[in-house]
């Protein structure tokens, strides 16, 4: 998802648009060239999955971008921010991901960012 879904300016990506350098279901295929973008973009389920982060909290493998379409962001200031792919515009209300949602919502501004679309608050 990280690969499609958020415009990439060094690469000339537009937002939605798969990148040339991806090979569906095996990576990135500029790996360790990638550009500065790539290098420090860290989505939250990617970043729950670190060893340092307690088992109980690390997202579940549906949660997962290519799974659940949904990619999670969180600024400095702990808003939340969700990425939906155009052609999936309600994906963040689905399953685990959508209930996590509505409990982050009770606490944190939550905005929704669809691809090609206006951003909302959830």
């Known amino acids: 998802m990280c690969c499609k879904e958020p415009a990439i300016v060094e690469l ?6 798969w990148c040339v ?10 790996y360790e060239d990638r550009p500065a973008a790539c290098k420090s ?7 729950s999955q670190k060893p340092h982060i307690d088992p109980k909290l690390r997202f579940p493998e549906d949660m997962r971008p290519d799974k659940s379409k949904v990619i999670l962001n969180k600024k400095e200031d702990g808003q939340l921010f969700v990425h ?14 959508g209930r996590w949602l509505e409990r982050e919502n009770m606490t944190r501004r939550v905005a929704i960012i ?6 909302f608050l959830m």
Request: proline share 12%.
């Open 12 to 17: 000339q990506k537009p937002a939605g648009e």
């Open 21 to 30: 350098n991806c090979d569906k279901g095996a990576g990135c295929k500029i």
């Open 41 to 47: 973009f860290e989505c939250l389920w990617l970043h």
């Open 84 to 97: 939906v792919p155009k052609d999936r515009p309600d994906a963040w209300k689905k399953g685990k991901i």
């Open 114 to 119: 669809p691809v090609g679309g206006e951003p």
